[in-house]
C-alpha cells in the first residue's frame, strides 16, 4: 500500500468517560473532540457499574451535541443487548445523526458482572459461537434486509429490519483470545484490540496474524478489516500506566505502530487533565502521526 494512502486513512479518536456524575464535562469534551477535527469518539459499554451511564444513551446525547465526528461503542456487550434491538438501536442512532455510528460489539469480559445482570451463563465456545452468529444477524439488519437466522445457539424466525442508515453501519469487534480474532477476520469490518497496557505491543503481530488468516480463508482481504488500538498514556506525563511522553515520543511511538503493527486507528484514552490532553494530542501529535507515515 501506498504511505501517502495509508496516511489519509488514518483516523484518531477520544475515548469518553460514561461517568453519570461527569455527564456536562463529558459533553464539553465531546463536542471540543468534534471541532478539533477528531475522527471518532469512544464510548465503553459496562452497564453494570453503577456509575456508568448506558452506553447507546450517552451515544444519543453525544451524536446530538456534536456535528460532524462519528460515535461508537468500545465495546458493546452482547451477552446483555440481543443482537436484533442492538442493530436497531445502532440503526436508528446512524439514521438520526447522519450516519455518523459505528457499532463495536464484544462477547462480554467479565462473565460474573455480566451474569450479577441476570445473563445466563455461557461457555466459552458458545460465547464464540453466539458472537459469530450475532454479527452475522446485526450485518443482515444493519443493511435493512430481512432478518432470518437459524444457527447453532440464535435464533431470529424472520423480521423486516429497519431504518436503514443514510451510510453503511461498520461492525467492529473487539476480542484478544484466538478464536474471537478469527471471528474478527471472518465476519467483521474490524477488529478493535484492548488496551495497549493489556495488549502490549509486542503480543499484537500474532495476533494480527490470526485476524489476517482467518479473513484469508473466509475469502476476504484482510486489508479490509480495520485494525484499532486503545492506547492509554499521557502526553508530556511519566509514570502512568501505558504510553508517556513529550509530544515526539507519542508521534513516533504511534507512527510504529501504524507501519510496523499496522493499526490503523488509534483511541486516545487520557487520563488526566482531558480537555488539555485532548488539545495537544489533536493539535500536534495527530498531525505529527500523519506527517511521520506518509514520509
Same mark, same amino acid.
Request: glycine share 10%; proline share 8%; net charge neutral.
Given at each position: ?19 453519570? =456524575?461527569?455527564?456536562? /464535562?463529558?459533553? /464539553? ?7 478539533? =477535527? ?13 456509575? &456508568? ?52 460489539? =464484544? ?15 455461557? *461457555? ?7 458472537? /459469530? ?23 431470529? *424466525? ?9 451510510? %453503511? ?33 509486542? /503480543?499484537?503481530?500474532? %495476533? ?65 487533565? &482531558?480537555? %488539555? ?19
Amino acid at each position: 500500500m501506498d504511505t501517502t494512502d495509508r496516511a489519509q486513512r488514518l483516523r484518531f479518536g477520544l475515548s469518553l468517560d460514561p461517568d453519570a =456524575g461527569r455527564l456536562p /464535562e463529558t459533553l /464539553e469534551l465531546a463536542a471540543a473532540a468534534d471541532a478539533a =477535527g477528531l475522527d471518532l469518539l469512544a464510548l465503553q459499554d459496562h452497564p453494570y457499574q453503577p456509575g &456508568h451511564l448506558d452506553a447507546l444513551t450517552l451515544a444519543a446525547l453525544v451524536a446530538a451535541r456534536t456535528s460532524r465526528i462519528s460515535v461508537f461503542t468500545d465495546v458493546a456487550d452482547l451477552r446483555l443487548r440481543p443482537p436484533v434491538m442492538l442493530a436497531k438501536a445502532a440503526a436508528s442512532l446512524a439514521a438520526a445523526s447522519g450516519g455518523r455510528f459505528r457499532l463495536g460489539v =464484544g462477547g462480554g469480559g467479565i462473565p460474573e458482572a455480566i451474569g450479577s445482570m441476570g445473563a445466563p451463563p455461557m *461457555p466459552p465456545r458458545e460465547v464464540v459461537a453466539y458472537t /459469530e452468529e450475532s454479527l452475522q444477524v446485526m450485518r443482515t439488519a444493519l443493511d435493512g434486509g430481512p432478518v432470518r437466522h437459524r444457527g447453532e445457539v440464535l435464533t431470529v *424466525p424472520g423480521y423486516q429490519a429497519g431504518p436503514v442508515p443514510p451510510r %453503511r453501519v461498520e461492525l467492529w469487534l473487539g476480542g484478544q483470545r484466538p478464536r474471537m480474532l478469527a471471528v474478527a477476520g471472518r465476519a467483521a469490518d474490524g477488529w478493535i484490540s484492548p488496551l495497549n497496557i493489556y495488549v502490549p505491543p509486542q /503480543e499484537v503481530p500474532e %495476533r494480527q496474524r490470526i485476524v489476517d488468516e482467518a479473513a484469508r480463508a473466509a475469502g476476504r482481504d484482510p486489508a479490509r478489516v480495520r485494525r484499532i488500538y486503545n492506547v492509554i498514556g499521557v502526553i508530556g506525563g511519566s509514570g502512568a500506566p501505558g504510553l508517556n511522553g513529550d509530544v515526539d515520543r507519542w508521534a513516533d511511538t504511534l507512527a510504529e505502530w501504524a507501519t510496523a503493527l499496522r493499526f490503523d486507528t488509534f483511541v486516545f484514552w487520557p487520563v488526566t487533565a &482531558h480537555r %488539555r490532553q485532548l488539545e495537544v494530542f489533536a493539535g500536534e501529535v495527530v498531525p505529527a502521526v500523519r506527517e511521520r507515515v506518509a514520509r
